[in-house]
């Protein structure tokens, strides 16, 4: 089974908006409303930000939000802020009964 | 407070195998399934398997099936991981996460593999 599809990386100003896709299939994220989006800092081990496509984990900002699409999930950070900078991961059960991970967008603030 | 902490770095040779640990405080052993996850230099990040609590019933990809084996102490909180007939692509950061609603909330700080001959 391959990694959910992100783009490699993205980039934006502090205050642009930004949008990462994660395309899966329909044995996925288009079957399933566990989906979830991981923040990776340097140095820091993941945190979950986003589960169940959208509920935020607590402390997550509100300029974090998240949704899906058939087979396509999407993390939308508002107002980007230079501590947002790392790597976002998005995540899915499947119809093996297991989780598969996109290969993950790196964002830098410019 | 919920803490994971994972047995320490390990050096293997190809063909060998490494057990690592990982021993929970903080909340109840046993109201919670166990991911373990490993992260390549470059890559994302590579789901491995689950124990589920409700059978105690391991599964895992079908990419480690016939050289991963999950275990857990409940008598010391422990859940392990060992990964038979190591290869130089196996070298990762390989880390167990606690499963909360379907993701992972809380994770180890990680145990660095490096398999080299």
Redesign the interface.
């Known amino acids: 089974?391959s990694?959910l599809s992100?783009p490699a990386s993205v980039s934006a100003s502090p205050g642009q908006s930004i949008t990462i896709s994660c395309i899966g299939t329909h044995d996925d994220i288009g079957r399933y409303h566990?989906v979830?989006w991981?923040q990776k800092r340097p140095g820091q081990?993941?945190?979950?930000i986003i589960?169940?496509v959208w509920t935020r984990?607590s402390g997550v900002p509100f300029r974090f939000s998240a949704s899906k699409s058939f087979n396509t999930a999407t993390l939308t950070i508002s107002r980007v802020q230079p501590e947002d900078e790392g790597h976002y991961?998005c995540?899915s059960?499947t119809s093996?009964?297991?989780?598969?991970?996109?290969?993950?967008t790196h964002l830098t603030v410019l | 407070q919920v803490q994971l902490v994972q047995s320490g770095p390990e050096v293997k040779k190809p063909g060998d195998s490494v057990r690592i640990s990982c021993k929970t405080s903080g909340y109840t052993f046993t109201d919670h399934h166990m991911h373990w996850i490993r992260l390549a230099p470059g890559q994302g990040p590579e789901w491995m398997g689950i124990i589920n609590i409700g059978d105690d019933v391991p599964r895992s990809s079908q990419k480690f099936q016939g050289r991963i084996t999950f275990t857990r102490d409940t008598s010391t909180a422990t859940d392990y991981m060992e990964l038979n007939g190591l290869r130089s692509d196996d070298t990762a950061l390989y880390f167990c996460a606690r499963d909360n609603n379907w993701a992972t909330d809380y994770w180890g700080q990680g145990t660095p593999v490096t398999v080299s001959s």
């Open positions: 089974q990694d992100q566990h979830s991981y081990v993941p945190r979950v589960s169940e984990s991961y995540c059960y093996r009964d297991s989780w598969i991970f996109g290969g993950g």
